[in-house]
């Protein structure tokens, strides 16, 4: 029965709304008025990052809710090219300026390696990159930091040096790629993992069989994948531009039975066909 204010904790004790409104994807002319529906309609928690070129527009939506900003839940992310300390401090900035809020709830590194160079090694650059993380932590501009599409390999590289480790890593998860090594890993160091794509950008959406168990359920396919994804101690990140289906991918009122979550845990991928970004080695 999960409701959006419900929280999962993170280890050093910041509470973190268990669903968040995703806006990978959403237009920057578009963005504004989906966030503010976000809030009208429940959500309190807003993802977004510097490289979605929509922040400026997050921050207008998150003003225009009318909402305390203390009642949200903001968080942004560095991009994936920027790989020097100096750097990583120039594009906090930014993202502060962009979103126009005086505090971030989460700060994310979006990637282990520049979008254009997936897998490349870039360990020593991310030790750089880490080390100002922990600079913009310990300013107390942002209440918690983490990572994104880090794998196992790329969480210890930071962890050794680090001296405060990631507080999320955000991956791509849905049903039947749920990616046990990296999550395991993660939950194993009290790292909090949050689903990007929980419906893999729509395409898991006319899986039969996941539609069998929602029909069980009398709910939707996003539905029931959003609440596989929490039911996983998992934080799912759905994103909608439409109001009707931003409204309904909150409709969480019912639990998943055991049995139904060990068969939809045991299934091969859903969206087989959909961009695969794995974080598993």
Not at 120 to 147: C, F, H, L, P
Not at 222 to 242: C, D, T, W, Y
Not at 246 to 265: C, G, P, R
Request: net charge negative; no cysteine; hydrophobic share 40%.
């Amino acid at each position: 029965m999960t409701k959006l204010t419900d929280t999962f904790d993170i280890y050093n004790g910041v509470k973190i709304p268990k669903v968040a409104f995703g806006t990978w994807q959403i237009p920057a002319g578009q963005a504004r008025q989906a966030v503010k529906d976000a809030i009208d309609t429940g959500y309190r928690h807003i993802d977004t990052a510097l490289v979605y070129e929509n922040e400026k527009e997050v921050g207008q939506g998150i003003k225009d809710s009318g909402v305390k900003r203390e009642d949200l839940f903001v968080t942004s992310k560095l991009p994936a090219e920027t790989k020097t300390y100096d750097g990583a401090l120039k594009d906090f900035e930014t993202t502060m300026k962009n979103l126009d809020v005086d505090y971030l709830d989460l700060y994310l590194v979006h990637a282990p390696w520049p979008w254009g160079e997936i897998g490349t090694n870039y360990d020593k650059e991310n030790i750089d990159v880490w080390r100002a993380m922990e600079e913009i932590y310990q300013s107390g501009r942002v209440k918690a930091i983490g990572v994104s599409n880090f794998n196992v390999h790329d969480l210890k590289n930071v962890m050794k040096e680090a001296t405060v480790k990631p507080m999320v890593d955000q991956i791509q998860y849905y049903i039947g790629f749920t990616e046990p090594k990296i999550t395991e890993f993660a939950k194993e160091n009290d790292i909090l993992v949050e689903a990007y794509s929980p419906l893999a950008t729509g395409g898991l959406i006319n899986n039969q069989d996941v539609l069998k168990i929602a029909e069980k359920y009398n709910v939707s396919v996003p539905q029931l994948a959003i609440e596989f994804v929490i039911q996983n101690g998992v934080l799912p990140l759905p994103k909608a531009v439409q109001k009707e289906h931003i409204v309904a991918n909150t409709k969480l009122d019912f639990a998943i039975s055991d049995e139904d979550m060990k068969t939809l845990n045991a299934m091969p991928d859903t969206a087989p066909s959909h961009f695969h970004n794995p974080t598993q080695g």
